[in-house]
C-alpha cells in the first residue's frame, strides 16, 4: 500500500481506498499492520466479507446445514460454530440492548475503527434495511472493547 501510494502521487493521484477483508472473525489487516498504515497514509479500508459470509448474522448454528460453498467451508462446520459461538452471544447481548441484531452490531462494530467502511452484502431488501440499521447509533468504547476481547483469536 506505501509503495502504491507513492507512485500514485509521484503522478498526482491519490490512493484513497483499499479493499480488504475486514470483520470480527478476519482481523488480520490490524496485526499486518494494513489499517494502522491506511490511517497513517489517508486511506479508507473498504472491507469485504464485513459479516464473514453470514457468520456474523447469528443465522447459523451448530444445528443447520450450510448450502453450497459454505458446506466445504470449516467455519461452517459444527466446530467452526462452537468456536464463534462466544463472539456471536456478545453480539446479541449488545444487540438485546441497543434493539438491533448481530449483524448490525458486528457492522457497527467495523464502522467504529474509524476510516472503515464495510461492504454488507445483501440478496434481498430486507437485508439492505437490515445493514443500514448499523447506522444511526455507536457502540461504548467499553462494548467495542468487548467485541474486540472475544474476537481476539482472529487477528492472526
Known sequence: MQEAHQILAARGVPLTVN?????????????????????????????????????LTGKYTGFDSPTGARRIDPR???????????????LRSLGDRYDRTPAQVALNWLIAQGNVIPIAGAKTPEQVQQNAGALGWRLSDEEIAQLEQVSRPWLN
Open 19 to 55: 479493499q480488504v477483508r475486514y470483520s470480527l472473525l478476519s482481523r488480520q489487516i490490524e496485526t499486518a499492520g494494513i489499517l494502522n498504515t491506511a490511517r497513517e497514509l489517508g486511506v479508507t479500508i473498504l472491507a469485504y466479507s464485513p459479516l464473514a459470509q453470514g457468520l
Open 76 to 90: 461452517f462446520s459444527k466446530e467452526g460454530l462452537r468456536k464463534i459461538e462466544p463472539v456471536i452471544s456478545l
